[in-house]
C-alpha cells in the first residue's frame, strides 16, 4: 500500500468555462471549448472600490493571463513611474501568483478570480500611500 497520494484531476477546458459561466453570468466569455478561452468581466476590489474590466486569456497547457481593460491606464502612485507586480506594465498584465502557487488543478473561478480581486484591492491601497502591502516578489 505504501504512501501514494492521490493527484486532483484537472479540469478541462470546459469545465474552466463552465464554472466560471456559472459564477460571472454577465461575463463575455468567448472559446472553442477544446484549446482556448478569453473572460471579460467588470469586478470591484471592494464594495466601495472602484471598477475594473478585466480580461483572462487562457489556453490549454499554459497559466491565465490576466489584463486590466479599463481604465486604461491605470493610475500610478504619487512619485512612481510603474505599476507594482505586473508582468507588462504597457499591457498592465497582472502578477498575481508565483510560479508554484497555482496548478492546472485547480479551478479558475475558485482561485485566479479572487486573486485578481485581491491585486485591485492592493493596487487600490498602493494608490494612497505608494506600498505595495499585496506581498509577492519585486518585478
Known amino acids: 500500500m505504501g504512501n501514494r497520494q492521490i493527484k486532483a484531476k484537472v479540469p ?3 469545465e474552466q468555462y463552465i464554472a466560471l459561466k456559472r459564477s460571472f453570468p454577465d461575463a463575455v466569455l468567448v472559446s472553442d471549448m477544446e484549446t482556448y478561452f478569453t473572460w471579460e468581466q467588470t469586478l470591484k476590489s471592494s464594495p466601495l472600490g472602484q471598477e475594473y474590466k478585466v480580461k483572462m486569456e ?3 497547457g499554459s497559466h ?3 489584463y486590466v481593460v479599463e481604465p486604461k491606464p491605470l493610475k500610478l502612485a504619487e512619485g512612481e ?3 507594482p507586480h505586473v508582468y507588462d506594465h504597457e499591457e498592465q498584465q497582472l502578477c498575481l501568483f508565483v510560479h508554484n502557487e497555482w496548478s492546472k ?3 479558475i473561478a475558485y ?3 479572487p486573486w485578481i480581486v485581491d491585486w485591485l484591492f492592493h493596487y487600490e ?4 500611500d505608494g506600498n505595495w502591502k499585496g506581498g509577492g516578489t519585486v518585478h
Not at 125 to 128: D, E, K, R
Open 12 to 14: 478541462t477546458l470546459k
Open 58 to 60: 487562457y489556453s490549454r
Open 64 to 66: 491565465p493571463k490576466i
Open 81 to 83: 513611474d510603474r505599476l
Open 105 to 107: 488543478r485547480r479551478m
Open 111 to 113: 482561485t485566479i478570480v
Open 125 to 128: 491601497l498602493w494608490l494612497i
